[in-house]
């Protein structure tokens, strides 16, 4: 499939002049007003969104222009699986959030992502109904898994266990059918980063081996037997594990001998798997360079809309900048 890439690259290319750059989000961190932010964003592909008072609203312009952004890819790619690879995360978020509604009967359609392949209504009816002649096989097995569950149990946070662990799964199983390299060593450090937050939540929390064994992945590069033998341990004794772990260096910043700054590692996570597809820069043929963007839109996205609202809501510029994702130069 790889010689199929070499008409999509270059469109790809074109489509990274659009991004935003560091200077801009500089620019825009610095602004004193959302008028002088309009003026900013006004030659970019957000203007169309910069309406009177965008900044009430500014998140369901964002989300459009995701969504509009898969469209274009998935119409693009020769398969679209490589953008599902990417958006999926989106579809197990939806699943979580419409299966919790319908269990509880209340309305969160507002926190729908769109992942560009099934929209709100195509998932709705797939959870009432446990067949769907859109949604793929494992998604169905997954909401299977889910209403077994809560024939049983009660507890909304199990929808969010099964779903995470059928998640991961599948990524992994994706990542080596579509048999490209780069991609799979993203999505096994995608796993590991999960499991890696994952423990450390379950150990400040108490959480019984049991708990801890049905919560973590087994496809990732550590073993889950391996997370499991810190189940009776202290935070201090598993963070020293983790400075002994490849990761080790990479995580430091977040790690005090025996707390985790959550917030510093989630920011590590997502500029670490950015750094992985920095490597389209020098690479021509494959999926890499339109993952790369992918992730590159997304992160831009999420900056804006960290941006907006902590100016919405009276951040300083500091707080808004040391929330913010890095920018990937591609």
Known sequence: MKDLYHTVNPAVRLKETELLT?????????????????????????SKYLT???????????????????????ELVPDPTIVWIYTMRYTFHNLKVLTKAEKMQEDYDHL??????????EVKSAIENGVSGVLPKS???????VNQYFEESAILQGIDVIYDRHFLTEQRRLAEALKYPELLQEVIAFIDFN????????ILQNRSQAFMSAVLSDAGSI??????????QSMEEYIAFLGRTDYGRLLEPALQKDKIDFLQLDLIKDNYLTSL???SQTTAFGPLPLLAFLNAKDIEIMNLRLLIVGKRSGFTKQQVRERMREISEL
């Open 22 to 46: 560091k200077e801009t989000f500089e620019q825009l961190i610095a602004a004193e007003s959302f008028e002088k932010i309009r003026e900013l964003l006004n030659p970019t592909v957000y």
């Open 52 to 74: 009177d008072h965008f900044q009430f609203h500014f998140e369901e312009s964002l989300d459009e222009e995701l969504d509009k952004t898969y469209q274009e890819m998935i």
């Open 139 to 145: 998604i169905i097995e997954a909401i299977h898994d």
């Open 277 to 279: 597809y920095e490597r």
């Open 223 to 232: 073993k889950k037997e391996t997370f499991l033998n810190f189940t009776d």
């Open 195 to 202: 499991n890696i937050i994952t423990m450390a939540r379950c």
């Open 112 to 121: 729908f992502m769109p992942d560009g392949f099934y929209s709100i209504e």
